[in-house]
Nanobody, 114 residues
Framework: VQFVESGGGLVQPGGSLRLSCAAS????????MTWYRQAPGKERESVAF????????NYPDSVKGRFTISRDNAKNTVYLQMNSLKPEDTAVYYC????????WGQGTQVTVSS
């Protein structure tokens, strides 16, 4: 099982980023996928879920209306569109499947700062 996240960077408050996660080593289309983030000194927290077919998504209140998760099962890739970014969104972002795999990718750093 492998996850390779990309698309992070430095963005000003109010800006947007689109993260990508290429997954391999399992039947991607059979799994719910999720994005997590971990800020310095904080626990890792989930920020989005998407069902195996993409027909159901869920977000915590902290990102609802600003983040959108999507997937392309033909490309074994899950995306996270992040709009109206805030400094508190600064974190390393990771993807994983549900149930969680013990294997995590390297993550992609998102920094929101002016």
């Amino acid at each position: 099982v492998q996850f390779v996240e990309s698309g992070g960077g430095l963005v000003q408050p109010g800006g947007s980023l689109r993260l990508s996660c290429a997954a391999s080593g399992f039947t991607f289309s059979s799994y719910t996928m999720t994005w997590y983030r971990q800020a310095p000194g904080k626990e890792r927290e989930s920020v989005a879920f998407i069902s195996s077919t993409g027909g159901y998504t869920n977000y915590p209140d902290s990102v609802k209306g600003r983040f959108t998760i999507s997937r392309d099962n033909a490309k074994n890739t899950v995306y996270l569109q992040m709009n109206s970014l805030k400094p508190e969104d600064t974190a390393v972002y990771y993807c994983n499947r549900i149930p969680l795999s013990q294997y995590w990718g390297q993550g992609t750093q998102v920094t929101v700062s002016s």
